[in-house]
C-alpha cells in the first residue's frame, strides 16, 4: 500500500449532497473502501468498489471510481445529521495484502 | 454478528509501565490488526497476525510487540511505555480469501500515558 489522501474537514447543511474526495497511489489496489467513525466508535464498514468498476450505488451512497486518476469519491445523498463522523478511504494492496488508510475526512452537517 | 471487543476504553499508564492492550473476535478470522490512529494521520499499521502464533511487522511497529496464543486473541504489548505512545489503538480482524476483505474493527483503547 501507499499514500492515500483525503482533505481533513468537510461542513454540509442538512438535506444537502455531501462529496468527499480521496486519491490514492497503488495502481494494483484491487479493492476500495469507505469506512464510517462515528464518535467514540471505531470503524465500520459503508462500501466498497471492486476495481474494475467505475461506480456503485447502495442507497443514500453513491461511490465514484476513476481508476485512470486514481481517484475516489463517496457521495451522499440528502445528508442527515447522523451522517456527521470520520469518513476514511482505504485501498487494499495486492502486493502485500494491506489496507492503507487515509487521514480521514470529518463531516459535519449543519442544520 | 462479528464482534471485536478490546479490554478497555480508556487506559491512563506511567511512562516507562509495561501496557497490555487486548483484543478478542467471536468470528474465527484468521487474520488481526493493530492500529493506532492520531488526528491528521488516520490509521496506521502496528502489527498483523494471518495465523496462531504468527506475527508480521506493520508500517510502525518500534516499540510494540504482540501476542497470537489463541487463534480469537491478539495482545499488543508495550514493553516500555512513553508519552509519544499515547493515542487511540484499534484492533481489527477479517476472513483469508478474496472474498472477504473486509475488516471488523473493535471500538478502540484510549491510552494515555503521563
Known amino acids: 500500500g501507499e499514500d492515500v489522501e483525503q482533505s481533513l474537514f468537510l461542513s454540509v447543511r442538512e438535506g444537502d449532497s455531501s462529496v468527499i474526495n480521496c486519491t490514492y497511489t497503488d495502481s494494483s489496489s484491487t479493492y476500495l473502501y469507505w469506512y464510517k467513525q462515528e464518535p467514540g466508535a471505531g470503524l465500520q464498514l459503508l462500501t466498497y468498489?471492486?476495481?474494475?468498476?467505475d461506480m456503485k450505488q447502495d442507497q443514500r451512497l453513491t461511490v465514484l471510481l476513476n481508476k485512470k486518476d486514481k481517484h475516489l469519491s463517496l457521495r451522499i445523498a440528502d445528508t442527515q445529521t447522523g451522517d456527521s463522523a470520520i469518513y476514511f478511504c482505504?485501498?487494499?494492496?495486492?502486493?502485500?495484502?494491506?489496507?492503507?488508510f487515509g487521514a480521514g475526512t470529518t463531516v459535519t452537517v449543519r442544520a | 454478528d462479528v464482534k471485536v471487543t478490546q479490554s478497555s476504553r480508556y487506559l491512563v499508564k506511567r511512562t516507562g509501565e509495561k501496557v497490555f492492550l487486548e483484543c478478542v473476535q467471536d468470528m474465527d478470522h484468521e487474520n488481526m490488526f493493530w492500529y493506532r490512529q492520531d488526528p491528521g494521520l488516520g490509521l496506521r499499521l502496528i502489527y498483523f497476525?494471518?495465523?496462531?502464533?504468527?506475527?508480521e511487522k506493520g508500517d510502525i511497529p518500534e516499540g510494540y510487540s504482540v501476542s497470537r496464543e489463541k487463534k480469537e486473541r491478539f495482545s499488543l504489548i508495550l514493553e516500555s511505555a512513553s508519552t509519544n505512545q499515547t493515542s487511540m489503538y484499534l484492533c481489527a480482524s477479517s476472513l483469508t480469501g478474496q472474498e472477504s476483505l473486509e475488516q471488523y474493527f473493535g471500538p478502540g483503547t484510549r491510552l494515555t500515558v503521563t
Open positions: 468498489i471492486f476495481s474494475n468498476m
Open positions: 482505504a485501498e487494499f494492496c495486492s502486493n502485500d495484502y494491506k489496507l492503507s
Open positions: 497476525s494471518y495465523d496462531v502464533k504468527m506475527k
